[in-house]
C-alpha cells in the first residue's frame, strides 16, 4: 500500500516482558505498522484491515483480534471502524482495542512470511 513504511511482525498486548513464539506468555500475535499519514491515514489502514481480517469468532490470547491505539484519536477511529465492520456484516465483532504496550519484534522467520513461503498455496494479497 503507498504511504506504508515497514511492517513488522511481533508481540505485545501482555504485561510479561520478551514474549517468544516458543513462549508466548501473555502476549498477543501483532503487527507495527508504520505509515506516512501524509500519504495514507490511519482510517484507511484499519479500513484495509477490514478487508483482510475477519474477526468474529473469540480466540485464545496468543491470536486474538487487537487494535493497540497510541492515543484518543486511533482510538475513536478504530472503535468506528470495528464498529461499521459489526453493522456491515450483521456478526459480532472480536476485536479488543487497547492502548499499546511494548513491542517485542519477533523471530525473523516471521518477519515478511508470505513472500517466503515457496508453496503455490500461499496467499499473498499484494
Do not use: C
Not at 519484534?105 to 515478511?112: C, F, L, M, P, W
Request: proline residues 4%; negative net charge.
Amino acid at each position: 500500500m503507498n504511504g506504508i513504511a515497514q511492517v513488522v511482525v511481533g508481540y505485545t498486548g501482555g504485561k510479561m516482558p520478551d514474549p517468544t513464539y516458543q513462549n508466548i506468555k501473555d502476549a498477543t500475535e501483532a503487527v507495527l505498522v508504520e505509515f506516512d499519514p501524509v500519504v495514507i491515514s490511519y482510517e484507511e489502514i484499519l479500513n484495509e484491515w477490514t478487508q483482510q481480517h475477519h474477526p468474529f469468532m473469540k480466540q485464545q490470547t496468543q491470536y486474538r483480534s487487537a487494535i493497540f491505539v497510541k492515543n484518543e484519536a486511533e482510538r475513536e477511529i478504530a472503535e468506528k471502524v470495528v464498529k461499521g465492520l459489526g453493522d456491515s456484516n450483521g456478526l459480532t465483532v472480536y476485536t479488543d482495542i487497547e492502548d499499546v504496550g511494548a513491542f517485542y519484534r519477533a523471530e525473523e522467520y516471521h518477519q515478511d512470511f508470505l513472500n517466503k513461503q515457496k508453496s503455490s498455496r500461499a496467499f499473498n494479497p499484494y
